[in-house]
């Protein structure tokens, strides 16, 4: 009877998705308890925790299966970009204190966009030298290219959860945009290499790359920012609470995923628009709802977060013992570590020739008379080590360069899979293992004084002038003060940028699209 | 160029995902905003709204693509028994009163077990019978069993918002708990249905069949209490919300949905385990945790319920318009007008014997001196009325019965499928249009006094009674008083029994658990 089988088989389909789907969760659990019980320990966070527990999953997997297969999902870019991705980056805009980012941010966008472009151009040249020299041949020039990009994204997870907001408040804001803004480089970078012609790489196609790239940044840019004006402004006319919070909160989750999704579909970068979009939410739109709305938002964005980024970290465990991309690299031991090691050391390279150049830079435009640079050495180095670390982006990139759905059948593009695993594990474990002893050893605690890092942090007499400096003074006052100003814009731009953009947010946009109409110290 | 191509391909797969997502997303956002302005609308609840904006949004999609096709997602059990019934039914369980789901429990379980059994009995009869008197022929013995339990599954939402719980709080959690317990006991009973062998049907296949249920009924809701009470426990004694309050969520969320996958993993119902797994975790587990943690619970498992039950009213509504289906149906107009009707029919036949013959025994079982019987003439005809809307378990059971993976070739196959969508658009908007003018005109509002519908409130006297029967009372006081209870128990049995739960939980799970000590009056 056909219908029998039918069911039988349906049955059986079921049961494909549901036995990996359990014991993934089931791990999860795993290592939320492990993560907990792990948090007083000096050596191991959660990261480390989560790839470690993925590697023994995925050796208990390949026991079980007779070394059959190590994963019991398939990394898949789709399940990455559509659904891991996007509550991190948004969460991380809708968490993030708006105030010291935006005071400090022409500093991370230095870091995070012209520092990946740094970054990448070396990784890039260097790979090209040095590759063919270690007998690992093959890739074309686009793969060149692609490398360079998918070995600038960051992943400063480990970092942060070793500095505290509360003791170098701006290192944190500094680390912490430069993560997210660096992820949405790496990205829209990417995407930008796709496009271009590589058989003719000259100034022009240089150009044309640096012109698409600034393109796809803004029009992402104005997309979040539009999302979030949108739903604060309908959260705050229609007023949803009045009948249900939970209305309130289903517009934000959706429409924020929206704003991924119609990014993806214009081909814009999703990740820059929800980041943008996360801000605008928590910046007008979190006061438009009810008290309940406001703390379930806060925790339902930072869960969803957390919950993706442990999958994605058990995920590259598990992947790390994939016995099909091992036999399917024909390339040998010893070029294979060759090639990695030089790819950590082009790392390392291109991380520095970002940093401290930059960071001069940032110390010049942010400069103050009679004060001590901003940002010392030993802020210098952390930052630099911060962004040492490889994760879940360079993976999803090379599986996006060198896999067609998770699958090669090239021995270059698995060697390639192989050695960006390698990688993502090394300076996961290696250099997340090191986080924290050198940031205990750079920065000893208690010694830290709130002020003494601060790269745009008030003087007590900006302070104390700040509450002055309403907009409900005089005009004459205010031609006084554009003079004034005129001198502050050229000694501090930081700083003035920020300013004028306070009260203009205060006169203009608070009124219409919600919060409170005078800035609290940190929202 | 190879490479190149694969690209291409890559990112059209992802728009073919992307698309429909976004669309969708999209729908829902407009459905949110429409429901909200409805929100006072005397006829048009959230539930219509959404079905015939999903029928707009399908006549557009058809018109968009010339006729081929009306849904921009394909109906699949997957997505329904995966990823949208869960949270439903995890929140229902979260969320229910417990005291006086428990107080009324033989009463629910009446009307969601046996009436369950009655009226599928009633509806694969008749249909049985009436069908190919009706020119509708090709259905086997185990589709008209199917037939009988897919129509026999409730769909109480629209009742329940025209319901208020302060108002009637008995009829309320009547009507909640039998739906509930109504769409565990139609799932079980359809995959009980779907191993027995159907070829000899006689009595001992009907024994058969009911041990089958009566196995999947208590080992699925051992497991969800064992899940919950696991959950509440591990919240207790590692206390998570020390280190952060993230973690809380995670693992409530988390666990909550691992006991549905193992549920259905182990071939049980998941339905019903993840039900109890959500009275156990509110019972218990929600007392472990930090304050915020318990507001943010409650509004995400309701918004996830929100979201997911409004997915599916659109899909329905979508659904209702796909060409194929249609012309796959060689079945005459007329003879799918009068299947259809004779549906409806025995639909209403089917409630009808087994709300009025169950309530006449649950008045018996709950009788009082000098009382007049606890639900009236008028609560049984709401309570009948709350049972006649089919919704998204009919259309899914359906689909599981009569398609293979959301495709038929079977004309006969299809007819059903769309008999199955007539019914449940013609039940969800003609009835739950009128369900709001029937309980106006049977219970008009401040007419009701909170004590006259009483299946299980307490009297005056016993209010007294209660706070002194502590169980820090001493053994002989106890042992009079159990000669009492002894009378009690044959007297008015549902009562007792749940006192003695009570005082049972109150001495050994709660200090175990987690749980304030004297119970509150509404928890």
Redesign the interface.
């Known amino acids: 009877m056909g ?1 029998f089988e ?2 039988r ?2 049955a059986d ?3 494909e ?3 990996p ?2 014991v993934f ?2 791990i ?2 795993l290592c ?2 492990i ?3 792990l ?1 007083d320990n000096r050596w191991v966070n959660e990261s480390i925790a989560a790839i470690l527990i993925g590697c023994i999953a995925g050796a208990v997997i390949l026991f079980l299966s007779k070394g059959k297969s190590s994963h019991i999902l398939r990394f898949s ?2 399940l990455f ?2 659904y891991l991705l996007p509550p991190i980056i948004f969460n991380a805009g809708f968490q993030v204190k708006k105030k010291q980012f935006f005071q400090n941010f022409i500093t991370i966008m230095l870091f995070g966009v012209i520092g990946v472009f740094i970054s990448a151009s070396i990784i890039t040249v260097g790979s090209w030298w040095l590759f063919p020299k270690l007998g690992f041949v093959g890739l ?1 020039a ?2 060149y290219l692609a490398v360079g990009t998918i070995f600038s994204s960051t992943d400063t997870v480990c970092t942060l959860q070793v500095l505290h907001q509360d003791e170098t408040p701006i290192l944190y804001s500094l680390v912490f945009g430069e993560g997210v803004v660096n992820d949405a480089t790496s990205v829209v970078l990417f995407n930008a290499i ?1 496009k271009i012609d590589v058989t003719r790489v000259n100034s022009r196609t240089i150009l044309q790359l640096i012109g698409d790239f600034f393109y796809l940044f803004s029009t992402s840019t104005a997309l979040g920012v539009t999302f979030g004006l949108v739903t604060a402004y ?1 959260l705050k006319t ?1 007023y ?1 609470g009045r ?5 309130e ?3 934000m ?3 924020a ?2 704003s991924y ?2 990014a ?2 214009l081909e814009l970068s999703g990740i820059l628009t929800v980041f943008f979009c996360g801000i605008l939410m928590s910046h007008y739109a979190w006061h438009n709802v009810t008290e ?2 406001r ?2 938002t806060r ?2 964005f ?2 969803m977060s ?2 993706a980024e442990t999958f994605i970290f058990l995920y590259v465990g598990m992947d790390a013992l994939d016995m099909e991309k091992w036999k399917m690299t024909r390339v040998s031991f010893g070029t294979l570590m060759s090639s990695f090691g030089s790819i950590v050391l082009l790392i390392l390279l291109g991380r520095a020739a970002s940093v401290f150049p930059l960071s001069a830079f940032s110390n010049y435009m942010n400069r103050r008379p009679q004060r001590s640079p901003s940002l010392t050495f030993k802020h210098q180095v952390i930052i630099w080590w911060a962004g040492l670390m490889r994760g879940a982006v360079s993976i999803a990139l090379a599986f ?2 060198f896999t ?2 998770g699958v090669t059948w090239d021995p270059v593009n698995a060697a390639m899979i192989t050695n960006t695993i390698i990688v993502v594990l090394f300076t996961t474990l290696v250099f997340g293992f090191l986080t924290k002893p050198l940031i205990y050893y750079m920065l000893p605690h208690r010694v830290i004084d709130k002020n003494d890092s601060s790269v745009g942090s008030k003087s007590p007499k900006e302070d104390m002038a700040l509450p002055l400096l309403s907009f409900e003074e005089s005009v004459s006052t205010n031609i006084l003060r554009a003079k004034d100003s005129l001198t502050m814009l050229i000694e501090r731009p930081v700083y003035t940028v920020h300013f004028y953009w306070r009260k203009f947010d205060d006169t203009y946009m608070r009124p219409i699209f919600g919060g409170p109409l005078s800035s609290p110290p940190e929202c």
Do not use: P
């Open positions: 219908m039918f069911i088989n349906l389909q079921q049961h998705r549901v036995v789907i359990s969760v089931a999860l659990c939320l308890v993560g907990h019980l948090e870019e789709e970009f559509i074309t686009r793969d796709q309908s229609l949803f009948h249900s919070t939970v209305r909160l289903a517009i989750v959706l429409m995923y929206l999704m119609l993806e579909l309940s709305s703390i379930t925790h339902i930072a869960m957390f919950v996006k360069q067609y759905s």
